[in-house]
């Protein structure tokens, strides 16, 4: 299956998609990880809790973004360069 028709637009969807990793990559740092690698080296354990507020609200946005970028790519490879 091919996208001829939106080889012009390419340039856009790469654009895009630069935007797209990068906002996926600052939502995933931006999330808070408890106890990290105390807990390996004999930290406490690992308390698991809901996620409210900001916290739900970035885990959402970092799916949404990871969804995104999954689609995006696929797009991408599916139309021709030139």
């Not at 406490?44 to 308390?47: E, L």
């Given at each position: 299956?091919?996208?001829?028709?939106?080889?012009?637009?390419r340039?856009y969807?790469?654009i895009?998609?630069?935007?797209v990793?990068?906002a996926?990559?600052?939502?995933i740092?931006?999330?808070a990880?408890?106890?990290?690698?105390?807990s390996?080296?004999?930290g406490?354990?690992?308390?698991f809790?809901?996620?409210r507020?900001?916290d739900?609200?970035?885990s959402?946005?970092?799916i949404?973004f990871?969804?995104?970028?999954?689609?995006?790519?696929?797009?991408?490879t599916?139309i021709?360069?030139?």
């Open positions: 299956m091919s996208f001829g028709f939106l080889t012009p637009y340039a969807f790469v895009t998609l630069m935007v990793s990068i996926l990559i600052i939502s740092l931006l999330q990880r408890g106890a990290g690698l105390g390996v080296f004999g406490t354990g690992t308390v809790k809901t996620r507020g900001i739900l609200l970035l959402r946005i970092t949404i990871s969804v995104l970028f999954v689609v995006l790519c696929l797009l991408t599916m021709p360069a030139s």
